[in-house]
């Protein structure tokens, strides 16, 4: 029998049958076996005024009485996001906690370190908060501002997607500030991470945007106890950051943020590299297709990504985000980095249509959730070790 691969007529079909039968379950009570919290991460530190702590990360944490599959899911949340995009959604429906929980996964989410239940403390920087108009242009109502190609085909958010409606309402309201040092950001996420996966063992990494740079660099600090990274939408492109400025040029290349190809802070390469410097790029000369960026890439012969080479990724792009001009140059710079296991789905490609980046609260939020699923059902359950 011919296996499944993404993108498949057969995968729409599939999805819809474990979507059915989790829209089923839904209809029963949830049953949870155990649950609690915990912090992880965090050092001392001492001021003037006294001692106190920085760094820590809150995380909650739910198992169901069937628990089904070997590994848990981590949930990491993106850019002034926080652990709620996966409690619910600002319509009401139930989120993804909820439906891995209902498919027998343990799941554990998390609150980044200095952002909403993990305190802030004054040493780490200052916090800032996206503005209305920015969220609106990104997340919720981009086909308004027709900033980028794709965003004219956004249709999935529940409702109008500007403030003043009630669905927007919620959403902002859960908006957080976040630490003005995207570096730093990706240094407390990555200690925590890693501390986190030494407390419970080896888990799924299931990371949105900004994130992603933390499952990369937890990945790599802890390669044994990565089991799989799911990676929504991930922060990039690789190298530079991209610019979207509207008809008609729509792309130009932003700041060096990413000085080791998809991170800031380290990465494991072999041949090893002592500093950012001896990583050299390269730019196409012509983007792949109309309406996508021109990717960055390691120069020949690139260097492997040694610690995540056998680790088996899933890279999930929306139609309608900003993420579809560029997410193809994260997976093409993870295959060339030799990080073999690396699937890449459209979710266009598998008949999900119309979705921005806030995938997980949009209208079809629990069909991709399913696709998801199904991804490591095939790939984490059948390697077990």
Not at 143 to 164: M, Y
Request: glycine fraction near 8%; charge should be neutral.
């Amino acid at each position: 029998m011919k296996k499944l691969q993404i993108g498949d007529n057969a995968l729409r079909l599939a999805v819809l049958l474990i979507l059915s039968v989790a829209t089923a379950a839904a209809q029963a009570p949830l049953v949870i076996a155990k649950q609690g919290y915990f912090f992880v991460g965090g050092k001392y530190f001492d001021t003037q005024d006294g001692q106190f702590m920085s760094g820590q990360m809150y995380v909650e944490y739910q198992i169901p009485s069937m628990l089904a599959h070997p590994y848990p899911v981590v949930m990491f949340s993106g850019g002034g996001q926080s652990g709620l995009n996966y409690a619910g959604t600002p319509d009401g429906r139930e989120g993804w906690t909820q439906y891995f929980l209902r498919q027998g996964y343990a799941v554990y989410v998390l609150d980044q370190p200095s952002r909403a239940r993990s305190p802030h403390q004054p040493e780490v920087g200052v916090q800032l908060r996206r503005a209305v108009e920015w969220v609106q242009q990104r997340f919720t109502a981009p086909e308004r501002s027709n900033l980028w190609p794709q965003a004219k085909l956004h249709s999935q958010w529940p409702g109008a997607g500007v403030a003043g409606d009630p669905v927007f309402d919620q959403f902002y309201a859960q908006n957080y500030p976040s630490l003005s040092s995207f570096p730093r950001q990706q240094e407390l996420n990555r200690d925590a991470g890693a501390a986190l996966l030494d407390r419970i063992g080896p888990a799924i990494l299931l990371t949105h945007s900004q994130s992603a740079t933390f499952g990369w660099l937890v990945a790599d600090a802890r390669p044994s106890l990565v089991r799989a990274i799911v990676a929504m939408e991930p922060s990039g492109p690789p190298v530079y950051d991209n610019v979207e400025k509207g008809a008609p040029d729509w792309f130009e290349d932003g700041p060096l943020s990413k000085p080791y190809g998809l991170t800031e802070p380290p990465l494991t390469y072999d041949p090893p590299v002592k500093s950012p410097a001896e990583l050299k790029f390269v730019r196409q000369q012509q983007p792949d297709a109309t309406n996508l960026v021109r990717c960055w890439a390691q120069s020949e012969p690139a260097r492997t990504l040694v610690n995540l080479q056998k680790i088996p990724v899933l890279v999930v792009q929306t139609e309608a985000s900003y993420h579809a001009a560029y997410d193809h140059c994260t997976v093409a710079y993870l295959r060339q980095a030799r990080v073999a296991a690396v699937r890449f789905l459209r979710l266009a490609d598998a008949g999900i249509k119309g979705n921005g980046h806030m995938l997980m609260l949009e209208k079809n939020s629990l069909e991709i959730a399913a696709v998801v699923d199904k991804w490591l059902r095939e790939i984490v359950d059948t390697s077990r070790n």
